[in-house]
Nanobody, 122 residues
Framework: QVQLVESGGGLVQAGGSLRLSCAAF????????MGWFRQAPGKERKFVAA????????YYADSVKGRFTISRDNAKNTVYLQMNSLKPEDTANYYC???????????????WGQGTQVTVSS
C-alpha cells in the first residue's frame, strides 16, 4: 500500500510558475513509476506527465511539453512537477499516481493522491 500526498497548488497569474510535490508513504517509493494527471471541473481526468522508477524516462502530454518538468527524488520519496509559463487552461485539480510503469493511461496506476488545486488567472 502506498499513500500519496500532493502539495504546492495555489492561485497564480498567467505566465507564472508553480512547483507541485507529491510525497509517498508506505511501500518503497523507488519501486514505482509516477505520474501526474489533472482534472478540470466537468471534464475527464487527463494525463500530464510520467516518470520511470529510476527517472531514466519521462513522458509529457503535448499540451505541457516545454513548459512542465517532472522529476523525482527517491531518497526523499517525492515526485515533483515544475510548471512554468502557466496558462488559464492549466487550471485543474492535479493528482499524482503510482504504478508499475510510466504511462499516460490512468488505468495503469494503482495508487492515487487526493489532489491539489491549481488556478491560473488571466
Amino acid at each position: 500500500q502506498v499513500q500519496l500526498v500532493e502539495s504546492g497548488g495555489g492561485l497564480v497569474q498567467a505566465g507564472g510558475s508553480l512547483r507541485l510535490s507529491c510525497a509517498a508513504f508506505g511501500r518503497t517509493f523507488g519501486d514505482y513509476a509516477m505520474g501526474w494527471f489533472r482534472q478540470a471541473p466537468g471534464k475527464e481526468r487527463k494525463f500530464v506527465a510520467a516518470i520511470s522508477w529510476n527517472a531514466a524516462s519521462t513522458y509529457y502530454a503535448d499540451s505541457v511539453k516545454g513548459r512542465f518538468t517532472i522529476s523525482r527524488d527517491n531518497a526523499k520519496n517525492t515526485v515533483y512537477l515544475q510548471m512554468n509559463s502557466l496558462k488559464p487552461e492549466d487550471t485543474a485539480n492535479y493528482y499524482c499516481a503510482a504504478g508499475p510503469w510510466a504511462s499516460g493511461n490512468s488505468r495503469q496506476y494503482d495508487y492515487w493522491g487526493q489532489g491539489t488545486q491549481v488556478t491560473v488567472s488571466s
